[in-house]
Nanobody, 114 residues
């Protein structure tokens, strides 16, 4: 069974940076497009970025130019480098497969203080 474990969230000041990690067990990451999502309090979960098996990336307009998604296929890991963080980036961040989602992990909390 595939398991997703997110980590790296923290409390940071506005303008700061964080690097989130997503560890995938039980599956071959390299053949699947994957994505980062986030859910802020009282809001629906939204897709932040995705990366295809060939490494092509796509970002939500709200994070374009500030966030960078990457993957390490050999280690079954995916990352989200977040720079110039804003208070509106505060949310629980999740990773999952883009086209065929599996059960969600616990996510990792990112809190950006103004």
């Amino acid at each position: 069974q595939v398991q997703l474990v997110e980590s790296g969230g923290d409390l940071v000041q506005a303008g700061g940076s964080l690097r989130l990690s997503c560890a995938v067990s039980g599956s071959i990451v390299s053949f699947n497009a994957m994505a980062w999502y986030r859910q802020a309090p009282g809001k629906q979960r939204e897709k932040v970025a995705h990366i295809t098996s060939s490494g092509a990336t796509n970002y939500a307009d709200s994070v374009k130019g500030r966030f960078a998604i990457s993957r390490d296929n050999a280690k079954n890991l995916m990352y989200l480098q977040m720079n110039s963080l804003k208070p509106e980036d505060t949310a629980v961040y999740y990773c999952n497969f883009l086209s065929s989602p599996v059960p969600w992990g616990r996510g990792t909390q990112v809190t950006v203080a103004s």
